[in-house]
């Protein structure tokens, strides 16, 4: 009971802050879906209309009414009903919530658990129980769009109606994604998420307690940990003995049901094993465009894969480097630069970054630290052939000695630098390393005169 009452309220403030997160997002994205799915059906239905084909003019009848009342169900206030039954099984929303459950018994609220920690345990359960309505409504909104496209297609297919109907797929194609995404949020569990886990996973009562009310166990009826627990048959699904009994009766002979999936020797199990195999490859080429849902919408384009991440997760930070010898007029110099990155799409990226010019001295026997200079700097990237990129910026530095940051509020001696080269990408362990080649158009108008080719080394997080 200790350990129950040390689940720390951060956790638990956490887990409803994220969950309430994820709920006002796929509420925000829904309600964008519907918006632009009728912007993009009117568009349609005046062409329609001037085409003068009944047909199609009757696919558009009830649209409205069916768009509106989506849109109210996303702006009522979710019953705690809605979200029943579940109609897409979260594994880890079942584990959390079936922890809520156990922490929320009276018996064990009223020996283990503060009444402040009882509210914030029960206001994560109300919260999970919204996710869960927002969920059941995004697939619902999902499963009608996905219907309405089909219906547009058929019935426009003869019709030139190819631009508004690759909008429509981009609308649905793209919202799945950004659901899928919201989806994995949900199985990225943070530290002070995971110590919720954690306290409670390993104690017996709660072990059992899952094994009897997860929604999981409801589905499934799963057996506790006595070894003479047998698991009855569950209505309507074929049982080994069955499936036997049929394939005897069909082919004429007695096929061996694998109990494991290391069963082999008939040829019928080599059958299945096969395949297996392809329904992997199957499952795989499928994964590759975005998804592992059979019900999944493929793209009519190719996908940008950027476009349904978050904000967040589209930036990369980079860091990178060059150095110069030194002249009788200026000591060897290196320059450090931070950037900041945002990729447009997976072959595509702009950001910004600034430098910092470090002065090593004049050879080895008269090093000095100095600071010879800042910059500005902007860039933007794109795939040219492989791990080989064009890249390109425009930066404005201040290449003289200062002291103090008083000394380069003068804008107009800052000197600029327009520069076009390759950038060559590799991986480096687990970061990405990058070496680049660039040429400095305007080198020869800054005084003193710098070196026009460039050469920097770094790394992007």
């Known amino acids: ?57 009757e696919l558009f009848s ?14 009522a206030p979710l019953d705690k009903a809605v979200a ?59 499963q009608y769009i996905r219907e309405r496209e089909s219906q547009l297609k058929s019935t426009l297919s003869n019709m030139e109606f190819g631009k508004e109907l690759l909008g429509i797929n981009k609308e649905l194609y793209y919202y799945q994604q950004q659901l899928a995404e919201y989806k994995a949020l949900l199985h990225d569990r943070k530290k002070l998420e995971e110590k919720v886990f954690a306290t409670v996973r390993n104690l017996p009562a709660f072990q059992n307690f899952m094994r009897k009310h997860s929604y999981l166990a409801q589905l499934f009826r799963l057996p506790d940990n006595s070894a003479t627990t047998s698991i009855e048959p569950i209505p309507g699904l074929q049982t080994r003995a069955s499936v036997q009994t049929a394939l005897q009766q069909r082919f004429g002979q007695t096929f061996t049901m694998p109990r494991t999936s290391g069963g082999g020797g008939s040829g019928f199990e080599q059958q299945l094993q096969q395949a297996h195999t392809q329904l992997n490859v199957l499952k ?46 200026m000591p060897a110099t290196s320059d450090f630069a931070l950037t900041v990155g945002y990729r447009l799409s997976d072959k595509k990226t702009i950001g910004l970054g600034a430098s910092y010019k470090m002065g090593w001295g004049h050879g080895f026997n008269h090093i000095h630290l100095s600071s010879e200079g800042i910059g500005l700097r902007s860039y933007a990237d794109m795939t040219l052939k ?64 710098a070196q026009a080719l460039k050469f920097r080394v770094g790394y992007t997080f």
């Open 1 to 57: 009971m200790q350990t129950i009452e040390n689940i720390p309220s951060k956790s638990l403030d956490f887990v409803s802050k994220k969950y309430s997160k994820l709920t006002d997002d796929i509420q925000k994205q829904s309600e964008k879906l519907l918006r632009r799915m009728r912007q993009q059906e009117t568009k349609i239905q005046k062409k329609v209309q001037k085409a003068d084909n009944s047909k199609a003019q």
């Open 62 to 75: 009830q649209a409205p009414g069916k768009y509106q009342e989506l849109q109210t169900k996303l702006k």
């Open 84 to 142: 029943k039954p579940v109609t897409e099984y979260i594994s880890d929303v079942d584990s959390l919530q079936t922890i809520l459950k156990f922490l929320s018994q009276p018996n064990l609220n009223s020996s283990a658990l503060s009444s402040d920690k009882i509210q914030q345990i029960q206001a994560v359960s109300d919260q999970i129980q919204k996710l869960q309505g927002r969920l059941q409504q995004a697939n619902e909104i999902q």
């Open 284 to 329: 795989d080429k499928l994964n590759q465009v975005g998804g592992g849902n059979s019900d999944m919408t493929m793209p009519d384009f190719k996908p940008n894969m950027q476009k349904a991440k978050p904000f967040l997760q589209r930036l990369e930070y980079g860091f990178n480097m060059q150095s110069e010898r030194g002249t009788s007029l």
């Open 386 to 449: 492989g791990s080989i990129w064009l890249t390109g910026g425009f930066e404005y530095n201040y290449f003289n000695h200062f002291s103090n940051l008083n000394e380069i509020k003068n804008i107009d001696v800052w000197q600029r630098s327009a520069l076009l080269g390759l950038e060559k990408k590799y991986r480096v362990g687990k970061k990405n390393g990058t070496a680049q080649v660039l040429y400095d158009f305007l080198a020869g108008k800054q005084t003193p005169q």
